[in-house]
């Protein structure tokens, strides 16, 4: 009886073998699933921390870069008061309305205070006018208005002037230096002054602009 309980018992080695065969490979599939994954994975971090780098140097190279703002006098002049002498008794007095433009680039508003620009002749200040405080937004330009006077009363001397209005043209400067601070993300400030400085030829005759030039 011993025998046949022994006989019946041999057949089941073979299962067990072939069971923890199995359990091995499974384990070996399971184990290289979980590498597989964590290659993924690595790979996928790398690849965002990649990404995450160039946004960041993108965003510090545009986004965040201050640029210094331009300030230009405006080509639209509408005179409202011309009166010239003549070459042998030169002078001038003109009132004219026009608009100073400041034009920001930059990813966030330029607020600047209020400053004095000055019109000359030949280096002598002829005229002032007042620029007021104000904002230009991001990316946009600004356009004050202002309404200048300037006259020849501060000429010492009008010789040059006699041979400009003989050529029938007449030229002046103009320059400004605007103080402001660029404002981004709502939190960080920089402060930055931006300077005009333009030569306008103004034609007698037709009592009008001939030219605009800017630096």
Do not use: H, W
């Not at 005179?79 to 003549?86: E, I, L, M, P």
């Not at 939190?187 to 306008?200: D, G, H, L, P, R």
Request: hydrophobic share 40%.
């Amino acid at each position: 009886m011993a025998e046949k309980m022994n006989q019946q018992e041999y057949p089941l080695a073979p299962a067990t073998r072939q069971s923890r065969s199995d359990e091995e490979s499974s384990t070996l599939r399971s184990e290289e699933l979980k590498r597989k994954k964590r290659i993924k994975l690595a790979i996928y971090i790398a690849a965002f921390a990649v990404f995450q780098t160039i946004v960041i140097l993108v965003f510090a190279l545009t986004v965040m870069r201050v640029k210094t703002p331009k300030v230009r006098l405006g080509t639209d002049v509408t005179f409202q008061n011309f009166k010239t002498g003549t070459q042998a008794s030169p002078s001038f007095d003109l009132s004219f309305k026009t608009q100073v433009g400041v034009k920001n680039t930059n990813f966030g508003p330029y607020k600047f205070d209020s400053t004095i620009a000055t019109f000359m002749y030949q280096g002598v200040t002829v005229g002032q006018v007042t620029i007021p405080k104000g904002k230009a937004g991001l990316r946009s330009t600004k356009k004050v208005g202002v309404i200048v006077n300037v006259d020849s009363n501060a000429l010492s001397s009008t010789a040059g002037l006699g041979s400009e209005l003989g050529a029938g043209v007449l030229t002046l400067n103009s320059q400004a230096k605007l103080s402001g601070k660029v404002e981004l993300m709502f939190v960080m400030k920089k402060k930055k002054s931006a300077e005009m400085n333009c030569t306008m030829n103004i034609e007698v005759s037709t009592k009008a602009i001939q030219s605009m030039s800017c630096e």
